[in-house]
C-alpha cells in the first residue's frame, strides 16, 4: 500500500501539529490560515502539516448543511452546536460565506451570526470565503475538516452559501447531507428540484412554528416528491422533519435521526465505502485543479491566450479551434 512520506517539520510547524493534536484553538486556526494560503512556501508546509496530521483524522460526524438564503441556516447550526455540547461533544462549524468581489474576503461573518455558539470554549466556527471557487464551497474546506478532525472535535458541520451548486460540493465531502426547507414558500416546486433532492439525506423544514400548517402541507408534498425518485442509499429512507430552530424545537429529534442514519449505514459497510469514493473524487479534483493551473501558467498559452480569447469573442475562430491550439503547447 503508498503511504505519504513523512518529511521532518521545522520546530514553528512541528508546534502547530502539537497543539492542533492536543486541542488547542489557537494553533488550530493558525493552521487553518496556513492551509488557505496562496503563498507557495505556505502550500509546501501546508502539505507536510497535513501529513503529519492524517493519522489523526476520520472521527468525527461530517454533516452538510445546505439551503437557500434566508432558510435559517445560522440559528439552526447554533442550536444544534449548543445541543450538541450539552451531550458532552465538541463542535465545529466550517461556514462558507459568500466572497466580497472587491477584497475576496468573507461578507456575511457567521461568529456574528452565532454568538451564542462562538462564545462556547467546546465549540470553533471558521468563516471562510469562498474565493470564488466551484459551487461556493472554499477550496481548502476539506484540508479544513480534516484540521478540525485531528484536534478533536466530534462533529464538523459545513454550511453552505446555500446557491449555485454548493449543495453538491459539500455533499461530496460529508457523511450526511441535509437540506433545509421553508414552509409556503413554493414547496411544490421545491419539491421538483431533483438535482437537489436526489442527493438529500434528511431534510429539514425550519421555522415551523411560524406556521404549523403549511410545514405540514411541505412535509407532506416533499415525502411525496420523495416517493417519485430513486433513493441515493439501498439503506435509507430520506426522512422529513419538521422544526423551529429559533424556538430549540426538534433539535434533539435532528440529531437522533442523523445517528440512526450512522448506524444503518456503518453496518452496512456504506458509510466507509461513502468516504473512500469521496477521497477519490478528491483526488480527481485535485489533478484537474493541478493541470487547469499548469495550463494557464505555461509561457506560450499565457503569450496567446489574450489574443485568441479575443479572436473567439469577435467571431475570429471557433472556441474547438481555439482550444485545441491552446492545448497543443502542452505537448511542446
Not at 19 to 27: C, E
Not at 156 to 177: H, K, L, P
Amino acid at each position: 500500500m503508498l503511504s505519504p512520506t513523512s518529511h521532518p517539520l521545522d520546530p514553528t510547524d512541528q508546534a502547530l501539529v502539537d497543539g492542533v493534536l492536543a486541542g488547542q484553538l489557537r494553533p488550530l486556526a493558525k493552521t487553518i490560515t496556513l492551509i488557505e494560503s496562496q503563498r507557495e512556501d505556505h502550500k509546501e508546509r501546508a502539505r507536510h502539516v497535513l501529513e503529519a496530521l492524517l493519522p489523526s483524522t476520520g472521527g468525527a460526524m461530517r454533516v452538510g448543511i445546505s439551503g437557500v438564503p434566508g432558510v435559517g441556516k445560522s440559528t439552526f447550526i447554533e442550536a444544534l452546536g449548543l445541543y450538541l455540547i450539552e451531550q458532552g461533544l465538541r463542535v465545529a462549524v466550517l461556514a462558507v460565506d459568500p466572497s466580497s468581489s472587491v477584497t475576496g474576503g468573507s461578507i456575511l461573518g457567521d461568529k456574528t451570526r452565532m454568538e451564542l455558539l462562538s462564545q462556547n470554549t467546546a465549540a470553533f466556527i471558521r468563516p471562510s470565503p469562498s474565493a470564488c471557487s466551484l459551487g461556493g464551497v472554499a477550496e481548502k474546506t476539506r484540508e479544513t475538516m480534516l484540521v478540525c478532525e485531528a484536534a478533536g472535535f466530534d462533529v464538523i458541520i459545513v454550511e453552505t452559501v446555500g446557491v449555485g451548486q454548493s449543495e453538491t460540493a459539500v455533499a461530496g465531502m460529508t457523511d450526511i447531507f441535509c437540506l433545509l426547507q421553508l414552509p409556503n414558500a413554493g414547496d411544490d416546486l421545491q419539491a421538483i428540484k431533483k438535482g437537489i433532492m436526489e442527493i438529500a439525506d434528511l431534510i429539514v423544514i425550519n421555522k415551523a412554528d411560524i406556521d404549523p400548517a403549511a410545514a405540514m402541507r411541505a412535509k407532506s408534498q416533499i415525502k411525496t416528491a420523495l416517493h417519485m425518485l430513486r433513493p441515493a442509499s439501498p439503506n435509507w429512507t430520506v426522512p422529513v422533519l419538521t422544526l423551529s430552530a429559533l424556538r430549540k424545537e426538534g433539535v434533539a429529534e435532528f440529531w437522533t435521526t442523523v445517528m440512526d442514519y450512522r448506524k444503518a449505514l456503518t453496518a452496512t459497510g456504506e458509510l466507509d465505502a461513502k468516504r473512500r469514493h469521496q477521497a477519490l473524487a478528491w483526488m480527481w479534483d485535485m489533478i484537474d485543479s493541478g493541470l487547469r493551473s499548469r495550463f494557464r501558467s505555461h509561457p506560450r498559452v499565457k503569450e496567446e491566450l489574450p489574443a485568441l480569447a479575443r479572436a473567439v469573442e469577435e467571431g475570429g475562430t471557433t472556441p474547438s479551434l481555439a482550444a485545441l491550439r491552446l492545448l497543443g503547447h502542452l505537448q511542446s
